[in-house]
């Protein structure tokens, strides 16, 4: 397209114009180029215009023509806005625009380019069009081509204008350029002239007589007057005309010389003046009767004033009145306190330059009002000018808004930190949610991720590129199937239809074939109206859990399913687990075998063959199968068939042996029957007589073996406590974070927030106190803020000691205790700082809590450890007991009244564990009794200290326990609760846990109190 319209058309390149172009239309193209450059801050911009033979191609670089012919071909071709981005070329990006005239007749186009990729704001878009507007107009209008009629009229009618039908100037003759410069292209005639006195298109009654006729132009505000006549031709309004002067109108007063007139004009001033003779007699008798009618009205205007003039001193603003030359005429009272001083009067006379010009301004060009704000000596002025002209002077009426100023500037500076504020705010909540040890994602109402924490997409690039995406495009990247992306969404709508939260288990292999399981929740969070604004959905890993879970059920399938004897043992050849077939044929318990080499108790063959061959294959980790003579726990012989099988892990790393035995007693025994079938009748006696001793010492240990029975519950009633931290945990981290989203974090300053953060960051503290303790903090933190005399009601500052105490805030720090008070609002504050902590202390247990789950289904033991399976140490009992309160703290606060006062200084030597197992089962029976109880529910842990004992009471008031079942209340299996809630187990734990630590426990139930008594014995 572009080289045929190189064949048809001379191509003319320029930075400058043709000669044929007006002065007026270069004039405004060239100020429209620059605009738009200084608009756009680009290096390159050109217009391109048709007319006649040419293509008139307008620009300040020569070297992209082709992509400007280009460009302006696909501008013409589809009429609208086009561009070309990385073009080859130095310059890379081109933008062009269609300029259509008044017709929306396509004329041109106007197009930018510069070296980078050119991109328009709204602003600069609604600028752009205004000045293609500008260029619509002139190509709209003949006279933007400097023809030959253009050049005549100049040379015989310099006074002339063209206007379209709307009497709106197209092109200025050149006279009219002198006498008139303030006149512009494009502004109606009226703007500057009145028409036969006539201020307005409306006023004139045009007609074709009307255009046979001589007409008047009289300037507004000005000492001009022209005689003009009009025709139309082709469309526009040509408009001739010469100035009238005379004793009225001076030659000076149109700024230019009898030689600016074509020689013909003086014969038309001839002929005009005898039809103007008469007429301008009319006037000077008019005139003259004016003069006199405005003699009357000075005088008027003079009584006027004397009667008034005491007026301004009553102005509580300044009031001036100078003379044409700045001279102080007049001012009232209040301007010389201080504005004559700051607008410079010295000896009534005006010395500010800047104040100088804007008066000298107002007077040169007449203008009869004036505003204008006025800076000076730190202070601020609204001033209006008034000019009377007729009488020599100027009002000058001022006020100072000083103080509104300074109000507004305040004001802005208040928008900006508070812009500054929430930019700071969303970072710090950035912050919080990307260092939360579990992953978090967050999502506008359509699904889509409005934020991503680390741990939920690992990879910066992947978790940027989600922002605004949803699953469907994450299974799009990386090039896997939409089923999970379609079950998410499901999902989802669930949530936003039923506005409740959804949980569930995500069971996955990562790419390295590893599993992982992740526990996921996902819930929305509503706005104040109660409409869902975001959903929230977050996960933590539980792939431990489940696997122990797992190995457990395995474990458990292979107990339950096998007569034959199982033994577990680690690579030192110590029993870590036995099943229960192994258990009966034994008759040991599973804790007495725990941690114990078989040979230790039950094979006692230390020299035969087969004790070396195993021995053997045991160094050298092979399997082995072979006979063997085992001896129960009664001391009764008997035989298997025993396989040992050495353990691998999936990197080929030894890990233990599997011992299966195969009971053969029979068989060996019928064999040796059959070879003692002579033996006489009282040796067979004897050995009946020895059998049935057998069978009575094995009867005798029945009740010890029931106990194998309590494994599968043991190992699940361990998981309550694990299991049950977490779930509870989970729905307080839930509930805490709707808390302080919702309510506090959104009223809180982001200094406030930050401060919050760092004291949990930095420091730890309990968040369970009551009792003596509560109230004596409490009683000084109350006498502190009284003496402080801080203006709140008593209401307040017992709220602000009490949220104090509760955020384990001491008397000693003074500094932190002023910092609270200083705040805009103290209760939030403290309510923050609590919340937060809450936030962090939920996470940590629900982290230890999982650890311990797994723990407990990796270790089957747990319910009868022995001591050497699990580390022994010094456990402080302050601290152990805390950590099953803050397991329980979601059913304790605001429900249980809690007294917490046990000595920090408590040690004993034992199992954390297991002491774990304890307190929850002691604190679990004692929240579930006062479950159904109404009114005030209390809970107590204290403790006393003896010479050689340490004592820890753990109290409630709820219903009594009859003598009857305190008798067996630590029996196993014996429960008060019911089979849907109880096991019977949880207190027979406790005793069991008690006779491994030296420990003893009592009980004392009356009508109002249950306690239970705790004895350990003090190392000495």
């Not at 002339?160 to 100037?169: A, R, S, W």
């Not at 301004?361 to 004036?370: F, N």
């Not at 001391?635 to 011992?659: E, R």
């Not at 311990?852 to 140490?873: C, P, T």
Request: hydrophobic residues 35%; charged residues 25%; proline residues 2%.
């Amino acid at each position: 397209m572009v080289s045929e319209i190189l064949i048809l058309f001379k191509v003319l390149i320029t930075i400058s114009f043709p000669h044929y172009i007006s002065q007026e239309a270069k004039f405004e193209i060239e100020k429209v180029l620059s605009l738009t450059e200084q608009l756009c801050g680009v290096s390159k911009v050109y217009f391109r215009y048709l007319t006649g033979d040419d293509i008139i191609l307008l620009t300040n670089d020569k070297s992209a023509t082709d992509q400007f012919d280009e460009l302006h071909e696909k501008v013409i071709g589809q009429g609208q806005q086009n561009g070309i981005n990385n073009s080859k070329g130095k310059l890379k990006s081109f933008l062009s625009f269609p300029i259509r005239d008044v017709n929306g007749t396509i004329k041109g186009s106007l197009g930018i380019a510069d070296e980078k990729a050119v991109s328009l704001n709204n602003f600069q878009s609604e600028t752009i069009k205004i000045y293609i507007a500008k260029l619509g107009r002139l190509l709209s209008s003949s006279p933007l081509i400097g023809s030959s009629p253009s050049l005549l009229l100049n040379e015989c009618a310099p006074y002339y204008f063209i206007l379209n039908t709307k009497f709106e100037v197209l092109e200025i003759g050149v006279n009219f350029r002198k006498s008139t410069p303030q006149i512009k292209v494009g502004d109606s005639i009226f703007k500057y002239f009145m028409v036969d006195r006539k201020e307005c298109l409306e006023d004139l009654n045009i007609g074709d007589a009307w255009f046979r006729k001589m007409h008047f132009l009289d300037i507004i505000g000005g000492k001009q007057r022209f005689k003009f006549t009009l025709r139309q031709i082709g469309g526009y309004n040509y408009l001739w005309a010469s100035p009238i002067i005379n004793s009225k109108f001076a030659l000076k007063n149109y700024k230019v010389t009898v030689k600016d007139f074509p020689l013909h004009d003086t014969i038309a001033e001839f002929l005009f003046l005898e039809q103007t003779s008469r007429k301008s007699l009319e006037e000077s008798q008019a005139i003259t009767q004016n003069i006199l009618l405005k003699n009357k009205e000075i005088i008027r205007i003079q009584k006027e004033n004397e009667a008034i003039s005491k007026f301004p001193e009553e102005n509580p603003n300044p009031i001036l009145r100078l003379d044409l030359n700045l001279n102080l005429i007049y001012s009232n009272d209040n301007s010389k306190k201080s504005f004559l001083d700051d607008i410079g009067i010295v000896k009534d006379q005006l010395k500010n330059e800047k104040f100088q010009k804007i008066l000298s301004d107002v007077i040169s060009i007449r203008k009869p009002l004036h505003h204008v704000f006025f800076e000076a000596k730190s202070r601020y002025y609204s001033v209006n000018i008034a000019l009377i002209f007729e009488m020599g002077y100027l009002n000058i009426y001022a006020h100072d808004i000083t103080e509104f100023r300074d109000r507004n500037t305040n004001n802005e500076r208040a928008l900006n930190e508070l812009n500054n504020q929430l930019e700071s705010q969303r970072e710090f909540y950035e912050f919080i949610l990307n260092n939360l040890p579990a992953d978090v994602a967050v999502f506008d109402i359509n699904h889509n991720y409005m934020f991503i924490n680390p741990q939920g997409i690992k990879d910066e690039k992947t978790r940027s590129f989600m922002i605004g995406k949803n699953d469907y495009d994450y299974c799009r990247l990386k090039g896997i199937s939409t089923k999970m992306a379609d079950e998410r969404r499901n999902l989802f709508n669930r949530v936003l239809k039923s506005k409740k939260r959804e949980i569930w288990v995500d069971d996955l292999i990562d790419k390295n074939g590893d599993r992982n399981v992740i526990h996921r929740t996902i819930g929305p969070l509503f706005d104040e109206n109660g409409d869902i604004r975001l959903v929230i959905g977050y996960g933590t890993e539980i792939t431990q859990r489940v696997l122990a879970e797992e190995e457990n059920v395995k474990l458990s399938l292979v107990a339950k399913n096998t007569n034959n004897g199982v033994l577990m043992l680690n690579t030192d050849m110590e029993i870590t687990w036995a099943n229960q077939a192994m258990i009966e044929r034994s008759g040991y318990t599973l804790s007495e075998m725990l941690g114990k080499n078989p040979r230790e108790f039950i094979s006692k063959e230390k020299n035969s063959a087969a004790h070396k061959k195993l021995k053997e294959a045991i160094e050298k980790k092979q399997n082995v199968e072979l006979e063997m003579q085992h001896t129960d726990k009664g001391g009764l012989n008997y035989y298997v068939s025993l396989n040992l099988q050495p353990l691998f892990d999936a990197d080929n790393f030894h890990t233990g042996f599997m011992m299966v035995e195969f009971d053969i007693t029979e068989r060996l025994k019928n064999q040796e029957t059959i070879q003692n079938l002579n033996v006489n009748l009282e040796r067979l006696v004897q050995e009946k007589t020895a059998k049935n001793m057998e069978l009575a010492s094995s009867l005798r240990d029945q009740e010890k073996m029931v106990t194998i029975g309590e494994l599968a519950s043991g190992v699940a009633h361990d998981l309550n406590t694990p299991l049950g931290a977490i779930k509870s945990g989970t729905e307080n981290v839930s509930y805490t974070l709707d808390v302080l989203f919702k309510n506090i974090i959104p009223k809180c300053a982001p200094d406030e927030i930050e401060y919050a953060f760092n004291r949990v960051n930095n420091s730890s503290f309990e968040l369970f106190t009551g009792g003596v303790q509560m109230r004596r903090e409490q009683q000084e933190l109350l006498t502190y803020l009284k003496n402080q005399k801080v203006d709140f009601s008593d209401e307040k500052i017992n709220n602000i000691a009490s949220l104090m105490v509760k955020a384990r805030m001491l008397i000693d720090n003074k500094k932190e205790l002023q910092f609270i008070l200083n705040s805009a609002d103290p209760i939030l504050f403290l309510d923050l700082i609590y919340h937060v902590r809450l936030v962090f202390s939920f996470v940590q247990t629900i982290s230890t809590s999982g650890d311990r789950a797994s723990e407990v289904i990796q270790n089957l033991r747990l319910f009868i450890r022995e001591k050497r399976n699990i580390k022994s140490g010094v456990v402080n009992i302050k601290n152990n007991i805390r950590t099953v309160l803050n397991i329980f703290s979601h059913k304790i606060e605001n429900i249980v009244d809690l007294t917490f006062e046990v000595d920090p200084s408590i040690n004993v030597k034992g199992y954390d564990v297991r002491l774990f197992q304890l307190w929850s089962n002691l604190i679990k029976n004692a929240l579930e009794s006062m479950e159904d109880q109404k009114g005030l529910k209390t809970l107590k842990l204290y403790s006393k200290t003896t010479r050689d004992n340490y004592w820890i009471t753990v109290e409630n008031n709820g219903p009594p326990i009859s003598e009857e079942n305190q008798l067996k209340i630590f029996n196993k299996f014996f429960t008060t609760k019911g089979k849907k809630k109880g096991s019977g187990l949880g207190l027979n734990i406790v005793k069991n846990v008690l006779e491994e630590h030296q420990g003893k426990i009592s009980l004392e139930s009356e009508k109002d109190i249950t306690k239970f008594i705790i004895k350990f014995k003090r190392d000495k």
